[in-house]
């Protein structure tokens, strides 16, 4: 007992005066009625209080204390003989069940899906109120009746092998069918559960049941949406190819008809009327070479990938042919890696990638600057990580976000040709090879562009 109330031997007086100093204020007048009352023989002394443990610590402790009087030949009372049990682990435990049970009900109470404990037979003992809602039932009229009243006849089958699930490993599920709404109507759900012992030893089946209504009403609508997308989209497709494949023969003609006017009428026509006759020729060319990107964006989006291995080396060699010209006239610089691997993808597509950005890498330079081109590569687990850097006049913080949409020029004609969607392109060709690209430039220093290329893909 010393030890219990953290007392001094030393200084211990009085049993009684020592024992009620020590409980706490609140549960003082409590205990010491429980010692009248055992004293005037009303009731054993059996009582649970806290006390104060002033001497050390001056923390709370839980006590459950027991007594027995002594009592004369009499009757009158000599003495209490008892014990007191440290019970504060016993009643934190007790606490911390009580918050548990409180947030557990308060889980039950607001849960956004039917919770529901039936008992052995099927009858409903307890539901919240997302069960309430969709159900159509209150708690009190469904706690008269059965599971089976909520089960279409026609889903016996199925509940037959859902219980023989409970009875062989106390759960079912989880499992897709219908619900009888109080006025009559079915709608989807979806089951889960499994069965519970509750304290008294009786066992009860726990069910969480979603109401799938909504979600089922939503993907309706999504569907449908997606249909009519899908739908839209085939037929932009398709207009594209067919503008962009019809429209080039009547440019074809316009130009050549503007280059025979002026082949033929040079000398009777004026400075004025040519210059004309030139804007027209160009402005022509210019939507050819729309019409051409246009259909080359079309394509990308509508071709199937069919994956096939891609010797990078030999593809930027025919690459760097293709640009001879221009390498030559602006005297580029070019630096390979001694070994460039062999990825997996679409080679016409993938030239695509590598014409554009060194291309740009080219075109997209200072006057009088001699263009430096560097490819490197990296290898990790799963992709391959291809760079190509340029020297070039870098692109502005301003246009980072935009750069990879389609029609973005960041540049006027006059200054730098293009149709604005070359790298809109790209990005969609590095997207269907299921990869990703970006890319850090630093204005009047130059950019680089990383695109990363997946290992081992496999047709589809």
């Given at each position: 007992?010393?030890?219990?109330?953290?007392?001094?031997?030393?200084?211990?007086?009085?049993?009684?005066?020592?024992?009620?100093?020590?409980?706490?204020?609140?549960?003082?007048?409590?205990?010491?009625?429980?010692?009248?009352?055992?004293?005037?023989?009303?009731?054993?002394f059996d009582v649970e209080f806290r006390i104060i443990?002033?001497?050390?610590?001056?923390?709370?402790?839980?006590?459950?204390?027991?007594?027995?009087?002594?009592?004369?030949?009499?009757?009158?009372?000599?003495?209490?003989?008892?014990?007191?049990?440290?019970?504060?682990?016993?009643?934190?435990?007790?606490?911390?069940?009580?918050?548990?049970?409180?947030?557990?009900?308060?889980?039950?109470?607001?849960?956004?899906?039917?919770?529901?404990?039936?008992?052995?037979?099927?009858?409903?003992?307890?539901?919240?109120?997302?069960?309430?809602?969709?159900?159509?039932?209150?708690?009190?009229?469904?706690?008269?009746?059965?599971?089976?009243?909520?089960?279409?006849?026609?889903?016996?089958?199925?509940?037959?092998?859902?219980?023989?699930?409970?009875?062989?490993?106390?759960?079912?599920?989880?499992?897709?069918?219908?619900?009888?709404?109080?006025?009559?109507h079915r709608f989807p759900v979806l089951l889960h559960?499994?069965?519970?012992?509750?304290?008294?030893?009786?066992?009860?089946?726990?069910?969480?049941?979603?109401?799938?209504?909504?979600?089922?009403?939503?993907?309706?609508?999504?569907?449908?949406?997606?249909?009519?997308?899908?739908?839209?989209?085939?037929?932009?497709?398709?207009?594209?190819?067919?503008?962009?494949?019809?429209?080039?023969?009547?440019?074809?003609?316009?130009?050549?008809?503007?280059?025979?006017?002026?082949?033929?009428?040079?000398?009777?026509?004026?400075?004025?009327?040519?210059?004309?006759?030139?804007?027209?020729?160009?402005?022509?060319?210019?939507?050819?070479?729309?019409?051409?990107?246009?259909?080359?964006?079309?394509?990308?989006?509508?071709?199937?990938?069919?994956?096939?291995?891609?010797?990078?080396?030999?593809?930027?060699?025919?690459?760097?042919?293709?640009?001879?010209?221009?390498?030559?006239?602006?005297?580029?610089?070019?630096?390979?890696?001694?070994?460039?691997?062999?990825?997996?993808?679409?080679?016409?597509?993938?030239?695509?990638?590598?014409?554009?950005?060194?291309?740009?890498?080219?075109?997209?330079?200072?006057?009088?600057?001699?263009?430096?081109?560097?490819?490197?590569?990296?290898?990790?687990?799963?992709?391959?990580?291809?760079?190509?850097?340029?020297?070039?006049?870098?692109?502005?913080?301003?246009?980072?976000?935009?750069?990879?949409?389609?029609?973005?020029?960041?540049?006027?004609?006059?200054?730098?040709?293009?149709?604005?969607?070359?790298?809109?392109?790209?990005?969609?060709?590095?997207?269907?090879?299921?990869?990703?690209?970006?890319?850090?430039?630093?204005?009047?220093?130059?950019?680089?562009?990383?695109?990363?290329?997946?290992?081992?893909?496999?047709?589809?």
């Open positions: 007992m010393y030890h219990l109330y953290e007392l001094d031997q030393t200084d211990f007086v009085d049993v009684y005066d020592a024992w009620a100093n020590a409980i706490y204020p609140d549960d003082r007048d409590a205990a010491e009625a429980a010692v009248k009352a055992a004293i005037d023989g009303i009731k054993p443990t002033i001497t050390k610590t001056g923390a709370i402790k839980y006590m459950h204390g027991t007594a027995n009087v002594v009592r004369d030949m009499k009757g009158d009372a000599l003495r209490m003989v008892g014990v007191n049990k440290d019970i504060t682990a016993e009643k934190e435990a007790y606490r911390r069940l009580l918050i548990s049970e409180r947030q557990l009900k308060a889980f039950f109470d607001i849960a956004p899906i039917g919770i529901a404990r039936n008992d052995m037979d099927g009858k409903f003992v307890e539901i919240n109120s997302e069960f309430e809602r969709f159900i159509g039932y209150t708690k009190e009229e469904l706690n008269e009746l059965s599971y089976w009243h909520l089960t279409p006849q026609e889903y016996q089958e199925q509940e037959d092998v859902q219980l023989k699930s409970l009875q062989d490993h106390g759960k079912y599920g989880p499992y897709k069918k219908e619900y009888i709404h109080k006025d009559g559960g499994q069965i519970l012992q509750s304290l008294d030893g009786k066992n009860y089946i726990w069910s969480t049941v979603q109401d799938l209504s909504r979600i089922e009403q939503t993907q309706k609508k999504l569907m449908s949406s997606l249909e009519q997308l899908t739908s839209s989209n085939d037929e932009l497709k398709r207009f594209a190819y067919v503008a962009s494949h019809d429209l080039q023969e009547p440019l074809r003609v316009i130009m050549s008809y503007l280059q025979l006017i002026e082949l033929s009428a040079k000398e009777a026509l004026d400075d004025k009327s040519l210059d004309y006759i030139q804007r027209a020729f160009k402005a022509s060319k210019r939507m050819r070479d729309l019409i051409i990107d246009l259909l080359s964006f079309s394509r990308v989006e509508s071709k199937r990938i069919k994956f096939m291995p891609v010797a990078l080396s030999n593809m930027i060699e025919v690459v760097l042919d293709d640009l001879s010209l221009a390498i030559k006239q602006k005297n580029v610089i070019v630096n390979l890696p001694d070994n460039l691997p062999t990825v997996s993808g679409d080679p016409g597509q993938l030239q695509r990638v590598f014409l554009n950005l060194i291309g740009n890498g080219i075109k997209f330079q200072k006057q009088d600057s001699q263009p430096v081109i560097d490819i490197h590569y990296k290898e990790t687990k799963k992709h391959y990580e291809i760079s190509i850097t340029d020297n070039g006049i870098g692109i502005e913080d301003e246009y980072k976000d935009r750069v990879f949409e389609i029609f973005q020029r960041l540049h006027t004609r006059e200054d730098y040709s293009g149709t604005g969607i070359g790298l809109s392109i790209v990005k969609k060709i590095i997207k269907k090879h299921n990869g990703d690209i970006w890319f850090n430039s630093e204005l009047g220093h130059g950019t680089t562009f990383t695109f990363t290329l997946p290992k081992n893909q496999e047709n589809g």
